[in-house]
């Protein structure tokens, strides 16, 4: 008997690789600039809220997710002259706080490429908070503050331009 297996979509399928999610920090100079250099992982936290409660009538208790706090927790080598790194260290030599630890950052999906060559992106307010600084590495956490904004990116040598989607 001979069976033909026939696809059931015209999708090719594409692993994702870590590469195909960039990410751009707004730096002194008002542009993004796309974060990789010195940066070997980096991982979106969600950090969610949740609320439980267990009612009188049942044996399970009921979860709901009250909120966000999504952030990334960084380790970077050092590279002078890398506008990141320059960005970042200019922070930690202030002891930024407030709105001088303010900054943007773009998330984009570089395996979402529209007709015009730009990417889905979303970008959000952020907090940018210096762990730690050993002179070889620089470690600090990105926040994300607020409801993001959505829109498209294009990436040229390097540096990142939003276009907020209307």
Known sequence: MNLDIQMFSDTVETKRKRSMWAHGL????GTFH??????????????ASESSEK?????????????YAPSFDNEQTCYKGEPIYEYLNEKRKKLAVGSEAISEVINIDVLDKKEDNSYTAQKFACSISISSYDGEKIKYKVSLNGTPVDGTATIVNKKITFTETI
Not at 26 to 29: E, G, H, L, N, T
Not at 34 to 47: H, P, V
């Open 26 to 29: 707004k730096i002194a100079d």
């Open 34 to 47: 796309r974060m990789g250099k010195g940066i070997s992982t980096m991982e979106l936290s969600y950090n």
């Open 55 to 67: 009612y009188i009538d049942e044996d399970v208790a009921t979860t709901t997710v009250d909120e």
